[in-house]
């Protein structure tokens, strides 16, 4: 006997699928947002009223500066070096190799020294808070934090957010003066360009807005990179397995944001 036609039930739509993949995933980027909004503004009632450890925010700048000055004077160095290699390379007779010296000045500072430092802290530092405070929370020590009556906020995000803040625009000035000085020791060998001449062209094109252009960037940067990491942390669950999944979900999120704030900037800050 063939059921009654008003009873079948048909399969959706291609359309009618899209839609919902469209709804599920605008509620998931609504969700995410609206959790960093709170986060962020939970961090600034913290900072506002000093309820702050100081001992904890000197930790994580020690651990997010002092031990992340390595990698970073091998990434800004390589930055210069590759920079001036490359504009070498494309230089011709028809223009002055001391063009070559603001190329790579103009390059470190206001693209490769903020956005490649960014990069990289986000696989040491990001990487580290999310898996940090995601075992923390599949582990139940937050949840004993708010048993106790203390807040997970002050004690362990707005640290790691103030040392982001503070941390990452020195990282950046570091770089950019190790980017800078490596570009001038490549093109001195590679297209046997003097130092006199590098730096009467870095100087013919360098704008002071240039500096504080990268620092902000750094600044922005340094913000989102811990509070996304913090955010992710928290809502991890799964055990393990979920803090190996959050932690991979993390550095794709932050590695998005920077180059998505990057894209912003010129249009922002540079027109």
Same mark, same amino acid.
């Given at each position: 006997m063939k059921p009654d036609a008003t009873t079948q039930t048909s399969a959706p739509g291609p359309a009618v699928r899209a839609l919902a993949r469209f709804g599920r995933g605008s509620e998931l980027v609504l969700d995410h947002? *609206? =959790?960093?909004? +709170?986060?962020?503004?939970?961090?600034?009632?913290?900072t506002v009223r000093l309820r702050v450890p100081r001992r904890e925010l000197l930790r994580q700048i020690y651990i997010m500066g002092i031990e992340s000055l390595p990698i970073v004077f091998?990434?800004?160095a390589l930055a210069g070096i590759v920079t001036s290699q490359q504009g070498g390379y494309q230089m011709t007779?028809?223009?002055p190799l001391y063009v070559l010296g603001s190329l790579v000045v103009e390059t470190v500072v206001l693209e490769m020294g903020p956005v490649?430092?960014?990069?990289?802290?986000?696989?040491?530092? *990001? =990487?580290?808070? +999310?898996?940090?405070l995601g075992t923390m929370k599949v582990?139940?020590?937050?949840?004993?934090?708010?048993?106790?009556?203390?807040?997970p906020v002050s004690l362990l995000a707005t640290p790691r957010v103030l040392a982001g803040v503070i941390a990452l625009p020195v990282l950046v000035g570091f770089a950019d003066i190790v980017g800078i000085l490596a570009g001038m020791v490549a093109a001195r060998l590679d297209v046997g360009l003097g130092y006199e001449?590098?730096?009467?062209?870095?100087?013919?094109?360098?704008?002071?807005?240039?500096?504080?252009?990268?620092?902000?960037?750094?600044?922005?940067?340094g913000l989102?990179?811990?509070l996304i990491s913090i955010h992710m942390g928290l809502r991890t669950k799964g055990g393990a397995e979920g803090v190996g999944r959050t932690?991979?979900?993390?550095v794709m999120f932050m590695t998005l944001t920077i180059l998505i704030l990057d894209a912003i900037f010129p249009p922002l800050l540079l027109n």
């Open positions: 947002a *609206g =959790a960093l909004g +709170t986060l962020a503004w939970q961090v600034v009632v913290s091998v990434t800004g007779g028809a223009i490649l430092t960014a990069i990289v802290l986000v696989g040491r530092i *990001g =990487a580290r808070i +999310t898996a940090e582990s139940e020590q937050i949840d004993a934090y708010h048993s106790l009556g203390r807040d001449s590098f730096l009467y062209g870095a100087r013919l094109f360098w704008h002071s807005y240039d500096l504080v252009y990268s620092l902000l960037k750094a600044l922005v940067f989102a990179i811990p932690t991979t979900d993390a």
